[in-house]
């Protein structure tokens, strides 16, 4: 991409940092994190359907990423976070705690908890209604039957009639057909072996394997709970080695390549 | 026939059997020797305490006010009610026929108290005391209707004083020294001189409105413009008052008699109709079994149980609040759907103990509840707590090979993999000053293992407060970190 958008993306990470996000009519929001951001003109749009599924045993660093990416583009309203129950026993409840350490207020948090997935599906489709939420979240695990792309039209609908985005975080599910705007394939970075130090904040590894607005990549990005926006990592550097775009030329093949070996 | 004290008592009698002269209290070993082909069976007392509440059910159609008499009379407050139903001779007629028509040997009356119907209607069938004349109504009964104990029937019976109008002829201090005072009041109410109110089965509504259906309805569409209907004569009586519905119920009056009572919660007072119509509607859509509506419905009753006080409000463009009722009516709705206990919101709760530190309450109650939460994470620093928690903890193990001490591995859910990282230990000790018998004191430490996942894992006490060993370690994985 030219550095003309690049220059948009980081112009629009100034403006929403200085809370001016709402000047732009249905902008694009930045994650802040430039090459991402680049490819996705600037970053993810309200009122949109994204997906984000977890490498199997990341469920919680997907969990981290859907929370970090809900935030971003809630901007101060509220997020409601429907979750199944066998997804709590399974990979462990939403803690409080949890999203106040990662620099999140859990006090904007409203937890639905739905026995099945149509459950889950239709309480989206009403909370979506509401456009003073700042996005929903649904968590499914597995694949359930409803999930099919005419549910994923209906809730693309929804989305953009009430301008309110909804992040599907999928645990344990392939990647089908859908009308998602992005689609991101998580998986947690492990930490370089450094003795004196601690973990630092949340990294992890990215995979845009859809991308309505340009083209998919992999970057290595960490949550800054300080700032709540996505960045370079910080610490052991020349360790990610996977903290370039691919070229433009193999990209879908790298992309087909990453698919496959994510399934 | 019931057992007291080891002997078989009958306690109902058929019309018959009544006849020849059987009593409701007598041994069944003596009736049988009055009459040995006498049929007895074992009395259903839940049986029949279960159908006297379900005609108590159905009359509420009548009255709101309905009181059990048990062992086999409802008391019906029908003050006020009468008018609706042509009066009070055309209400009784009408109520017990309607009995009648289901096969119920049924026997009433009215009067100005509730004491003097119930004498009325066990001797004097059908009658309406006219108001005033309640003495003279119940003169000539013998001294059974007033219902007394058996003691004290059997005293007055052998004082020759076998009718109400001889009791009521006695000093009002002498029966009190004998009776005592509970006995005479008991006369006084009787006679209409004294009143008590009945005590109804449920508290009565603040609130209710209803409809009548000459052909019993069964559509959905009618019942919810009916319910909808009601909500706006509720809504303008709740306005008159400033006052706004935390809860709503809805009673579904069946022509054959069944009724179906369904409620919603509101998080904050509601006086909007299309916001309880609403409600009501994901409500009747989420129900497991349906509202049979049967033959239809023939009356429709929309009661406001819980009321609070709520100003009006002056028309509001500030977005915030808007979007705050939004948001509120947007949980009433998810409450009415799925629950009241499955929308949540975080509340932090003041102890150190990590799966009780935020806690998930029902959203509904918290409306404006300002809480402050404490992070324990250093700047720039990990996330000292995990995102994910198992609400019960799930037992790991730490493995060591012989020929490599330094490398450790994890075994969790039937997979091992070499940690890498592994921090800590953070003690947390149990609280000792809430509970005589604390949990042991556990080590946490975090743990990475080399494809990137971060576990919270702890060591359960090893020693307690004393330094004694308590039991062996064991290792748990309470969590998981982004």
Known sequence: MSGGSEKIAALRATLAQAGLESLVANPHIPLGFAPADTELKGGLQRGTLHEIFAASGHEASATGFAAGLAWRVAGKKKILWIRQDYSALEFGELSATGFLELGLDPSRILLLCTARADDAIKGASDALTCAALGAVVIEIPGAPKILDLVTSRRLTLACSQSNVPAFLLRFGAKPEASTAETRWVIRARASPINEEEDWGQPVFETELVRNRHGRTGQWVMEWDCETGFFGEPHRGKPAHRLAVVSAAGDRQAAAALEQSRFI | ?482
């Open chain 2, 1 to 482: 026939m019931t057992k007291v004290k080891s002997a078989l008592v009958i306690s109902g009698l058929d019309r018959k059997a009544s006849g020849v002269g059987l009593e409701v209290g007598q041994p069944l070993a003596n009736a049988r020797a009055m009459l040995p082909e006498v049929k007895a069976m074992a009395a259903n007392e839940s049986g029949d305490h279960a159908l006297l509440n379900r005609i108590a059910d159905w009359s509420e159609r009548f009255t709101p006010f309905v009181a059990l008499d048990p062992p086999r009379a409802l008391l019906l407050d029908v003050s006020g009610c009468t008018h609706l139903f042509g009066g009070e001779r055309k209400l009784l007629d009408r109520i017990l026929a309607a009995l009648r028509k289901q096969d119920f040997a049924v026997r009433g009356a009215l009067a100005a108290t509730a004491m003097c119907a119930r004498a009325c209607s066990r001797y004097r069938d059908g009658l309406v005391v006219p108001q005033g004349e309640e003495d003279k109504a119940i003169a000539k009964l013998p001294i059974d209707a007033l219902y007394l104990d058996a003691v004290t029937t059997h005293a007055f019976r052998r004082a020759g004083l076998k009718t109400i109008g001889q009791v009521a002829d006695r000093g009002r201090a002498e029966l009190t020294a004998r009776f005592g005072a509970a006995m005479v009041f008991t006369l006084e109410h009787a006679l209409g001189k004294a009143e008590r109110p009945i005590t109804p089965r449920a508290p009565l509504p603040d609130y209710s409105a209803e409809r009548n259906f000459a052909e019993p309805v069964a559509t959905e569409a009618v019942i919810h413009d009916t319910l909808i209907s009601l909500a706006q004569t509720l809504c303008e009586a709740l306005e008159n008052r400033s006052e706004g519905a935390r809860r709503l119920e809805a009673a579904f009056f069946r022509a054959d008699g069944a009724v179906n009572r369904i409620a919603i919660e509101t998080g904050s007072p509601t006086r909007d109709a299309r916001i309880v119509g609403r409600l009501f509607r994901e409500k009747l859509d989420a129900l497991a079994d349906p509202l049979d509506p049967g033959f239809g419905f023939d009356l429709i009753r929309l009661a406001a149980s819980h009321t609070q006080r709520c100003e009006a409000q002056a028309a509001d463009f500030s977005a915030d609040l808007n979007e705050e009722r939004e948001i509120r009516f947007l949980v009433d709705r998810l409450a009415a759907r799925f629950g009241p206990h499955r929308i949540l919101a975080f509340h932090a709760n003041d102890t150190h103990i990590p799966e009780a530190a935020g806690l998930a309450l029902p959203a509904q109650e918290m409306r404006g509840e300002k809480t402050t939460w404490h992070k324990i994470r250093q700047p720039h620093r990990a996330p000292r707590r995990p995102l994910r928690m198992f609400a019960k903890p799930e037992p790991a193990s730490y493995l060591k090979e012989v020929s490599h001490p330094s490398s450790l591995r994890l075994r969790w859910r039937q997979t091992t993999q070499p940690v890498i990282h592994m921090e800590g230990p953070e003690r947390i000790a149990m609280e000792w000053w809430r509970h005589v018998a604390p949990e042991p004191t556990r080590d946490y430490f975090r743990v990475e293992t080399r494809d990137g996942r971060r576990f919270w894992s702890y060591c359960n006490g090893v020693f307690d407060r004393d330094l004694k060993l308590v039991q062996l370690p064991h290792w748990l994985i309470h969590g998981t970190f982004a």
